[in-house]
């Protein structure tokens, strides 16, 4: 069974940084791609950064480059995304899932989510 438990979020001041985490199991870590995803209350989820399966390759929303970073530890099977400078527009549940086979851009399954939310 695969299983993806995100942990990390919380509260932070604007400016400030967090770093989630993301234990999978239940499956070959390293031969999937990986990405977050990100949601607000009464919208659909939106892409914030992919990672191919071997970490050799990034990809980020035009928005959050250069703020944001994925990375992977394969020897772990965690999945991390370091945000800093954060924003209180990047308030939301922090997604991380499982991509498609031979995809970077569509996920198969996500965990539960950890919230982040950032206010003064």
């Known amino acids: 069974e695969v299983q993806l438990v995100e942990s990390g979020g919380g509260l932070v001041q604007p400016g400030g940084s967090l770093r989630l985490s993301c234990a999978a199991s239940?499956?070959?870590?390293?031969?999937?791609?990986m990405m977050w995803v990100r949601q607000i209350p009464g919208k659909g989820p939106k892409w914030v950064a992919s990672i191919t399966s071997g970490g050799e390759s990034t990809t980020y929303a035009d928005s959050l480059e250069g703020r944001f970073t994925i990375s992977r530890d394969n020897a772990e099977n965690t999945l991390y995304l370091q945000m800093d400078s954060l924003q209180p527009d990047d308030t939301a549940l922090y997604y991380c899932?499982?991509?498609?086979?031979?995809?970077?851009?569509?996920?198969?399954?996500r965990g539960q989510g950890t919230q982040v939310t950032v206010s003064s």
């Open positions: 899932a499982r991509a498609k086979h031979l995809e970077l851009y569509a996920y198969d399954y």
């Open positions: 239940g499956f070959i870590f390293s031969n999937y791609g």
